[in-house]
Nanobody, 124 residues
């Protein structure tokens, strides 16, 4: 399994931007599909975005973030990013990155490796 560490969370005003990073250990990062998920207080963890393994040419997003968030990866740095623009108070949550072998999916149960999460708080 791969070890994952998220960073980049914080407090931002509505309409602002943040970029989350997820650094992975190991030399096989490019072989993993990567996903971002989030969990708000009292709610279940939900899918945010995912990117395919190696080239990362395939990306997909939850409808709630489409057009505002962008997922990308840099295999040379063993890092996946989540650029978040036009943030809304409802984006407030702990954000987690996750890794899986094979194709990227929206299903959190498919992902075997998880980071510890980073808090994002959007004030109105």
């Amino acid at each position: 399994q791969v070890q994952l560490v998220e960073s980049g969370g914080g407090l931002v005003q509505a309409g602002g931007s943040l970029r989350l990073s997820c650094a992975a250990s190991g030399r096989t990062f490019s072989s993993y599909a990567m996903g971002w998920f989030r969990q708000a207080p009292g709610l279940e963890r939900e899918f945010v975005a995912a990117i395919s393994w190696f080239s990362g040419t395939t990306t997909f997003y939850a409808d709630s973030v489409k057009g505002r968030f962008t997922i990308s990866r840099d295999n040379a740095k063993n890092t996946v990013y989540l650029q978040m623009n036009s943030l809304k108070p409802e984006d407030t949550a702990v954000y987690y990155c996750a890794a899986k072998s094979g194709v990227a999916t929206r299903n959190l149960g498919d992902y075997g490796s998880w980071g510890q999460g980073t808090q994002v708080t959007v004030s109105s």
